[in-house]
């Protein structure tokens, strides 16, 4: 992004004509209404039934009825600072500058609280809803027309930019530019989404594919890896899978926001940041979910079946479980055992009591190594408690020892397999198998002593993508598993 203070030159500058700017996609990176909506649906899912008819009485009611049963948190809001900064200066140097929305005017008044930068506001208030032609006219009628510049971004704010001395756009698309520039006296466009697909990308978390590659578990235990259907077919549920789990992430981003606004690092998520908005995070869900599951549907049935309960799951999480005590590693653990059981499915195989209880102790150790992760965080900058979890800081050992008792467990469970009658069906040299548990074991501890040291980001699965070491260990594993047949 260009440096505004730079590049915004006005020959016939006038610090008497009133700067007004829009709120909405303009001085936040968000929409109030689209925020307000997606909060509703945190708070009661049932409200979606209520949304259009509170619309079909019109934008003022249904604004009225959401901000009513509840409360934007204007300090958690995606700011852009690079136009605050200009604000500011134009402020300093005594120009008057008006914040005009079509959101509702009480919550533009608290965000005039915090940034008190604006010497009038204007907003949506029961009776009119001030966008477009309403908002022109309320400030041709205040400043008078060609008489105050505008900052904007969207097609709604043509008949404004027609009344303007001066134009400003904010992240506004190529289309809407080109219509200003015949219209109005465009000064100055601010873009800070030009990587928008880049963005989008970012937003649906490619690199957490790399856990659907459970679905090659079965393919791989069953020794089905000389049939290249089945290899095809499980390679088209992990992309199923890659879809809908996507989907749920987008979900599970949109139903997190003002959580993630609070945390160091995801804050910058791209639905958190606002550089990819809540609309386009919800189309894309949904476009995601659908393409996904339809292509669930041309595998099989059992398949469909358990990529459905794999997202209900996924979304219970993301809206509930998540927030209550041990219910959310639990959980956790069983996302990553229903990858396992869709493998399975896809290629008809029944799973081993040996890999269902091994595949169950290995992820539940997982799971608390990201809760303990997450609350060592917590209690190294002294806080009492993971925000938006049910754990205290008290409780970190007590995480320690389950999750490295379960890692442990799993050790067993595949030490017992080794010397189980299956073994001897599926391998001729099963002794080799031995060294495998050793591997386990190193691993296991391994991760426990990195997390314990605070060096563990919130997602074991992606650290383990990440380390040298454990693509060895894995490929080591590989070879062994590939002389043992």
């Given at each position: 992004m260009?440096?505004?203070q730079?590049k915004?030159?006005?020959?016939?500058?006038?610090?008497?004509?009133?700067?007004v700017?829009?709120l909405?996609?303009t001085?936040?990176?968000?929409?109030?209404l689209h925020?307000?909506?997606?909060?509703l649906?945190?708070?009661?899912?049932l409200?979606?039934?209520?949304?259009?008819p509170?619309?079909?009485?019109?934008k003022v009611y249904l604004?009225?009825?959401i901000?009513?049963?509840?409360q934007?948190?204007?300090e958690?809001?995606p700011?852009?600072t690079?136009?605050?900064?200009?604000?500011?200066?134009?402020?300093?140097?005594?120009?008057?500058?008006?914040?005009?929305t079509?959101?509702?005017?009480?919550?533009?008044i608290?965000?005039?609280?915090?940034?008190?930068?604006?010497?009038?506001?204007?907003?949506?208030?029961?009776?009119t809803?001030l966008?477009?032609?309403n908002?022109?006219?309320v400030?041709t009628?205040?400043?008078?027309k060609g008489?105050?510049d505008?900052i904007?971004?969207?097609f709604s704010?043509?008949?404004?930019?027609?009344?303007?001395?001066y134009?400003?756009?904010v992240n506004?698309?190529i289309?809407l530019e080109?219509?200003v520039?015949r219209?109005?006296?465009?000064?100055?466009a601010?873009?800070?989404?030009?990587d928008?697909?880049q963005y989008?990308?970012?937003?649906?978390?490619?690199?957490q594919w790399v856990?659907n590659?459970l679905v090659?578990?079965?393919?791989i235990t069953a020794?089905k890896?000389?049939?290249?259907?089945?290899?095809t077919?499980?390679?088209?549920?992990?992309i199923?899978f890659?879809?809908?789990?996507?989907s749920?992430?987008?979900?599970n981003?949109?139903?997190?926001?003002n959580?993630?606004?609070?945390?160091?690092?995801k804050?910058?998520?791209p639905?958190?940041?606002g550089?990819?908005?809540?609309l386009s995070?919800?189309?894309l869900a949904?476009?995601?979910?659908?393409?996904?599951m339809y292509?669930?549907?041309?595998?099989?049935?059992?398949f469909?079946?358990t990529l459905?309960?794999y997202?209900?799951?996924?979304?219970l999480?993301?809206l509930?479980?998540k927030?209550?005590?041990?219910?959310?590693?639990?959980?956790l653990?069983?996302l990553?055992s229903?990858?396992?059981?869709?493998?399975?499915?896809?290629?008809?195989?029944?799973?081993s009591f040996?890999?269902i209880a091994f595949?169950?102790?290995i992820?539940l150790?997982l799971?608390?190594?990201?809760?303990y992760?997450?609350?060592?965080?917590?209690n190294t900058?002294?806080g009492?408690?993971s925000r938006?979890?049910?754990?205290?800081?008290e409780?970190?050992?007590l995480?320690?020892v389950?999750g490295i008792?379960?890692g442990f467990?799993?050790?067993?469970?595949?030490?017992?397999?080794i010397?189980?009658?299956?073994v001897?069906?599926?391998y001729?040299k099963p002794?080799f198998?031995?060294?495998i548990?050793?591997l386990?074991?190193f691993?296991i501890?391994r991760?426990?002593f990195?997390t314990?040291?605070g060096?563990?980001?919130?997602d074991?699965?992606?650290?383990?993508i990440k380390?040298l070491?454990s693509?060895v260990?894995?490929?080591?594993v590989?070879l062994?598993?590939?002389f043992?047949?």
């Amino acid at each position: 992004m260009q440096n505004s203070q730079e590049k915004i030159k006005n020959p016939l500058y006038d610090n008497t004509i009133p700067l007004v700017v829009d709120l909405d996609g303009t001085l936040i990176y968000t929409d109030l209404l689209h925020e307000g909506i997606v909060l509703l649906l945190k708070k009661n899912f049932l409200y979606i039934f209520l949304l259009i008819p509170w619309l079909l009485k019109g934008k003022v009611y249904l604004k009225n009825k959401i901000f009513q049963t509840v409360q934007i948190n204007p300090e958690l809001l995606p700011y852009n600072t690079e136009l605050l900064e200009f604000l500011k200066k134009e402020s300093d140097s005594g120009r008057p500058i008006v914040l005009a929305t079509a959101s509702p005017i009480l919550n533009a008044i608290e965000i005039s609280k915090i940034h008190p930068l604006f010497d009038s506001v204007y907003g949506t208030d029961n009776k009119t809803n001030l966008k477009g032609k309403n908002k022109s006219t309320v400030l041709t009628n205040l400043f008078g027309k060609g008489k105050f510049d505008y900052i904007g971004n969207s097609f709604s704010d043509l008949e404004i930019f027609s009344s303007v001395r001066y134009s400003y756009l904010v992240n506004a698309p190529i289309f809407l530019e080109k219509r200003v520039k015949r219209i109005s006296n465009l000064q100055f466009a601010w873009n800070s989404r030009k990587d928008a697909f880049q963005y989008l990308l970012k937003s649906i978390r490619p690199h957490q594919w790399v856990k659907n590659l459970l679905v090659f578990v079965p393919l791989i235990t069953a020794h089905k890896l000389n049939s290249i259907g089945l290899i095809t077919l499980t390679f088209c549920s992990f992309i199923a899978f890659n879809l809908v789990a996507s989907s749920g992430y987008l979900i599970n981003d949109l139903s997190d926001l003002n959580s993630d606004r609070s945390h160091p690092r995801k804050r910058f998520r791209p639905l958190a940041s606002g550089k990819v908005s809540i609309l386009s995070g919800s189309i894309l869900a949904l476009i995601l979910f659908g393409i996904g599951m339809y292509l669930a549907s041309k595998i099989n049935a059992l398949f469909l079946l358990t990529l459905v309960c794999y997202f209900i799951t996924s979304l219970l999480y993301s809206l509930y479980f998540k927030k209550v005590l041990l219910y959310d590693v639990f959980i956790l653990a069983l996302l990553y055992s229903i990858r396992v059981f869709a493998g399975g499915a896809v290629i008809d195989v029944k799973l081993s009591f040996w890999l269902i209880a091994f595949s169950t102790f290995i992820f539940l150790s997982l799971a608390f190594v990201k809760r303990y992760s997450e609350l060592m965080q917590v209690n190294t900058k002294g806080g009492l408690k993971s925000r938006g979890r049910d754990y205290l800081t008290e409780d970190i050992h007590l995480l320690q020892v389950m999750g490295i008792a379960s890692g442990f467990s799993s050790v067993i469970v595949f030490s017992l397999y080794i010397n189980s009658p299956e073994v001897a069906l599926l391998y001729s040299k099963p002794d080799f198998l031995w060294s495998i548990s050793l591997l386990f074991l190193f691993w296991i501890s391994r991760i426990w002593f990195i997390t314990i040291r605070g060096e563990m980001t919130d997602d074991p699965i992606i650290f383990a993508i990440k380390d040298l070491t454990s693509y060895v260990l894995f490929a080591l594993v590989g070879l062994i598993l590939f002389f043992s047949i």
